[in-house]
């Protein structure tokens, strides 16, 4: 093919994908224009309505960026008005999404723009917001738009020096004046793992206050300080001022357990 006539198709293809930008608000939540740049090449797939992109792989929005080696973009054309919508972006291979300080890694980024839902998969799963790290190693789902996020398989958060850690967490986040994400809460279940200075904590499920830094646990229940523990049906703990408070359940005939060791002064629950 002559190279006018490539260069003429990639200049049609880069205006086609930028004036269908506004349908792409889930990026950065806005109207303005995404670009799509590659390094190797640039298709456009008329019969499967597609875009393809290779090779360093950038798309930017306003603030927002996504990253990878390769980039399949959906599309479809508006009943109404006939223009082109980018509906949905697959980004594969190094994946890293960048979106108001909020930092995503994977081998794979399926972004549904309809429903402004990312959905992550292949190794080294990681969310890196501003106070937080979460991670997983099977799937994580999140919109920071919608402020949520689920990891999937050895899902971990790290706050400062504490951990939680389950099978699945799923993180709810705020959003201050500036833009900025923040932990809200965090259900955990499935094996869940609290881990501070102080004590370890385990049990069946969980829900963390990140405002109040308290974490309340359920179902077999063991709280660990040095050498002493205490077994429940329920706990309550302050990470904070490092308080724990266990309960029993007495209509199935669960009983609070403690074992001290006297001669353990600075270790006492």
């Known amino acids: ?25 889930g990026l950065s939540n806005n109207d303005e224009p995404v ?23 950038i798309v930017t929005q306003g603030k927002a960026q996504i990253y ?51 959905v992550l998969t292949g190794n080294n799963l990681k969310l890196t917001l501003p106070d937080q790290v ?3 190693s099977e799937k994580m789902e999140y919109s920071m738009d ?7 398989g050895n899902a971990k958060i790290v706050r400062g020096s504490d951990t939680l850690t389950a099978q699945t967490i799923t993180a709810n986040f705020t959003k201050d004046q500036s833009g900025t994400q923040s932990l809200s809460t965090a259900n955990a279940k499935g094996g869940v793992k ?3 200075n102080e004590e370890t904590l385990t049990g069946n499920r969980a829900v963390y206050n990140a405002v109040n830094n308290t974490a309340e646990v359920f179902d077999n ?14 706990a309550l703990v302050n990470l ?18 403690g074992i001290f060791y006297p001669s353990s002064k600075k270790d006492n629950l």
């Open 221 to 234: 229940v063991k709280i660990v300080r040095g050498p002493n523990q205490l077994e429940g049906a329920r």
């Open 68 to 118: 990878a080696d390769k980039l399949t973009a959906d599309y479809r054309e508006n009943a109404v008005n006939g223009d082109t919508e980018i509906w949905q972006l697959t980004a594969i291979g190094n994946v890293r999404l960048v979106n108001d300080g909020n930092e995503a890694l994977g081998q794979r980024a399926v972004y549904n723009i309809d429903d402004g839902k990312t």
């Open 146 to 152: 919608n402020g949520k996020a689920v990891a999937h």
């Open 240 to 257: 904070k001022t490092n308080i724990s408070q266990m309960f029993g359940a007495p209509e199935s005939g669960k009983r609070v357990k």
């Open 1 to 25: 093919m002559p190279y006018k006539i490539l260069f003429s198709l990639f200049c049609l293809c880069m205006l086609t994908l930028i004036s269908s930008a506004s349908y792409a608000q």
């Open 35 to 57: 670009e799509i740049t590659a390094d190797n090449s640039l298709e456009w797939l008329q019969d499967t309505k597609q875009y393809e992109a290779d090779g360093n792989v």
């Open 194 to 196: 609290i881990q501070t």
């Open 134 to 136: 979460i991670t997983a």
